[in-house]
């Protein structure tokens, strides 16, 4: 298997408290992989530390291969990108947003405004592209907030809860939109959620996380076939699967 990304012996502590317990994680090339658990089991945490926004107390990062070195971290931050959960837009054209992160790698601006084009066509909101960041629906912020990520061409995608302050229509849309572009763009991804959407219908692999740990992990029928916890449990009832 060609893994993209491992980790091992991976320690965050935040505030004083260990949040992050982790002896293996890793993700293969063009895998799709969501993070699932309660509140506070660490989804969060493992998304910043793996875009090193976290001190690792202890562990080590390893991307296609070659260690992730704290000294040189912004190069590697360079081929991943982020998606949050409130989209973090500039005040700005919904154009220049897209074409910011190209802009602060180097690309040209004319590039740069073409590259940004054709992502915001991807992700269906081309026709926003001179209208105010800031005067967007919730969902349009989204999927331009996406749309900025892929633009960068990522070999890693990490999002955190990104579609959980969209109503549920436009959040079965949107996952259906990016479960067709990661596929088709081969871009691996994981993704913490709370979502069945999210988590079923994109992925390949569910992880379950507690207290900071992997408590269960593999394809999403065998998972919610035998459920560790309550929490996967109460899951499994809301997806459907026998």
């Known amino acids: 298997m060609n893994l993209i990304l491992e980790v091992e012996n991976l320690k965050i502590m935040r505030g004083g408290v260990q949040v992050l317990d982790l002896p293996r994680f890793s993700v293969a090339a063009e895998e799709k992989v969501a993070v699932v658990g309660p ?13 090193c926004l976290l001190k690792r107390e202890s562990g080590t990062i390893s991307f296609q291969g070659e260690p992730v070195l704290e000294r040189v971290e912004t190069a590697y931050r360079r081929r991943i990108a982020m998606v949050f959960q409130e989209p973090l837009l500039f005040d700005t054209t919904v154009l220049d947003n897209v074409a910011e992160g190209l802009r602060i790698r180097g690309t ?3 590039e740069a405004r073409d590259i940004a084009r054709d992502s915001l066509e991807l992700f269906k909101v081309g026709h926003l592209d001179g209208r105010s960041a800031h005067k967007l629906s919730g969902g349009e912020a989204q999927r331009v907030s996406l749309a900025r ?17 969209l109503d549920l229509p436009t959040r079965i849309v949107l996952a259906e939109d990016l479960g067709r572009i990661l596929h088709e763009s081969g871009t691996a991804a994981i993704i ?6 999210e988590a079923f219908h994109i992925v390949d692999r569910l992880v379950v996380m507690d207290v900071g740990r992997i408590v269960q992990e593999g394809a999403p029928k065998e998972v919610l076939a035998q459920p560790v ?3 996967i449990a109460a899951f499994k009832r809301t997806t459907g699967v026998n």
């Open 39 to 51: 509140n506070g089991a660490g989804k969060s945490s493992l998304l910043l530390a793996l875009a």
């Open 108 to 110: 040209g601006r004319s």
């Open 149 to 165: 990520a892929f633009a960068v061409r990522p070999e890693l995608l990490l999002m955190d809860e990104p579609f959980s302050s």
């Open 192 to 197: 913490a959620t709370h979502d069945r959407i």
């Open 229 to 231: 916890n309550a929490f």
